[in-house]
């Protein structure tokens, strides 16, 4: 009964702070994208999306030495995730919004501070400690480890007083922190962690991996590594930290727990402290945190270096064209859509796809208020008095400059009016296949945006595209397109 009176509590003053419930929807949707049999690539790069600085990450992995051989130059999450998978992406999500979400929330407070450094050095470690092995399990692990000191970190963001206990029986020298700990809120640390991460719906792997290390313990060899990772690099990130310790007694340490770790993480003692030593100088010099803090230091850099339209939807265009015509059509609309969203600054992009009964229906979109509104956007094939009727009758797209337009308005279906009323200016491409249009596919800019228009330029890329789309309808199976 005080353990679920203490959860409830905590997280009740979670919720108050307001901010707390968007993290575990936003998680919560990454694992369920994640865990979709049918690869939900819409739901996890509308995630990614919705944030610039964790868009730009992506994009920097995706462009990463590593992974050159697999054409560089990627320039749209869509095509980030054909290239890095599902699980590297959707983990690197996790560990992003964790640290996102503490550091957003950060009180001014010297202690909270400094155990969320701890908290994202130990993250750095981890990101070593498997840089040359499979990215896609060192992600894992970095969230494992992440995850692992969650729980002090809601106590201590959380629960002030609680905290403020817990220290000063630490410093009093008759409890160490996990009996401390323990004795206030008659819980461990590692508990509240594995609460947070089963309401947050992470995956049992996740769990497992956050657990106390132990040689002998019967666990798969998998989760196992992540226990050592997770374990080795929250200590180093400790030892690193410690306050009042000479730099011999520090290298020391990391020894030690090098020798211990280095037959579990498959690598030698002296290598691996010589990592470990090499990332506390890097923290000397104030480097060791680059990876986590290099977008969010750059972040108005990155905006001013915009790139002109045409050479995004180009770059799209490019990553059309390198699939080939028998490619599932979800990740296929997926990257068009982001990339007129991308390359034109949209609001937001949907896309309409014909279903055998006569229906176009919106299948998906990214920006503001596309997923609410997905599900009321569809119109029949028999021919109406409006634009997207026009739309579907033509073999190349059209633009609408002024929305408001008074005659313009009477054009506009009252579905459209009705699911997006904030619209300035839109621009409609047809897909066609088998002399017919099977999809089309919209833009908008919004009242809140200034006014532009689409130059002729602009217009043919973006017609190149939809042509280029209409190849995949024309390989698709009947079934896949009722399925999407």
Request: some cysteine; hydrophobic content about 45%; proline content about 3%.
């Amino acid at each position: 009964m005080v353990k679920a009176a203490l959860l409830d509590k905590l997280w009740a003053r979670m919720s108050e702070r307001g901010d707390f419930p968007m993290l575990s929807q936003s998680l919560r949707t990454t694992m369920a994208a994640m865990k979709n049999d049918d690869l939900d690539f819409t739901g996890l790069v509308q995630v990614v999306l919705s944030d610039f600085a964790l868009t730009q990450k992506v994009l920097r992995l995706a462009n990463s030495a590593m992974y050159m051989a697999f054409g560089g130059n990627i320039t749209t999450v869509t095509r980030a995730l054909m290239v890095l998978g599902m699980d590297a992406v959707g983990h690197l999500v996790v560990g992003l919004k964790l640290v996102d979400h503490f550091q957003h929330s950060a009180p001014h407070r010297i202690d909270a501070k400094l155990e969320l450094n701890r908290t994202m050095l130990s993250g750095c470690v981890a990101r070593k400690v498997t840089a040359s092995g499979d990215l896609r399990e060192g992600e894992e692990a970095v969230v494992c480890t992440l995850m692992r000191q969650v729980g002090k970190l809601l106590v201590v963001f959380y629960l002030e007083a609680e905290w403020e206990e817990i220290r000063q029986k630490t410093a009093s020298g008759g409890l160490d922190e996990a009996a401390a700990c323990a004795a206030v809120l008659g819980v461990t640390y590692e508990e509240l962690g594995q609460e947070a991460a089963t309401r947050w719906r992470l995956p049992d792997t996740i769990r497992a991996g956050m657990c106390t290390y132990e040689p002998e313990a019967l666990a798969p060899p998998s989760v196992q590594w992540l226990r050592a990772v997770t374990n080795y690099s929250t200590e180093v990130a400790d030892a690193l930290s410690a306050a009042g310790v000479s730099e011999h007694a520090r290298e020391a340490r990391i020894a030690e727990l090098a020798h211990r770790y280095s037959t579990a993480l498959a690598t030698d003692a002296e290598s691996l402290a010589a990592m470990s030593v090499a990332l506390a100088r890097e923290e000397a010099g104030e480097g060791f945190m680059r990876e986590i803090y290099e977008l969010r230091a750059n972040a108005d850099a990155i905006a001013r270096a915009s790139v002109d339209a045409e050479t995004r939807i180009e770059a799209g265009l490019e990553d059309l064209r390198a699939l080939p015509s028998e490619n599932a059509l979800a990740p296929v609309l997926a990257l068009a859509s982001e990339t007129v969203l991308a390359g034109l600054n949209f609001t937001r992009t949907v896309v309409f796809v014909r279903q055998a009964s006569g229906l176009y229906k919106a299948r998906l979109g990214f920006g503001r208020d596309v997923e609410r509104a997905l599900p009321s956007l569809f119109f029949k094939e028999a021919f109406e008095p409006d634009v997207f009727h026009l739309a579907i009758a033509n073999s190349v797209g059209i633009f609408i400059e002024n929305a408001r337009d008074p005659k313009m308005i009477t054009r506009l279906p009252v579905w459209y009016r009705h699911a997006f009323d904030d619209v300035r200016s839109f621009v409609l491409l047809p897909v066609v296949a088998h002399q017919s249009a099977v999809a089309l596919l919209y833009g908008d800019w919004s009242l809140s945006q200034e006014p532009r228009k689409i130059s002729q330029t602009q217009m043919s890329a973006l017609n190149e595209l939809a042509r280029e789309l209409g190849r995949f309808f024309a390989h698709a199976p009947a079934r896949e397109l009722e399925m999407l």
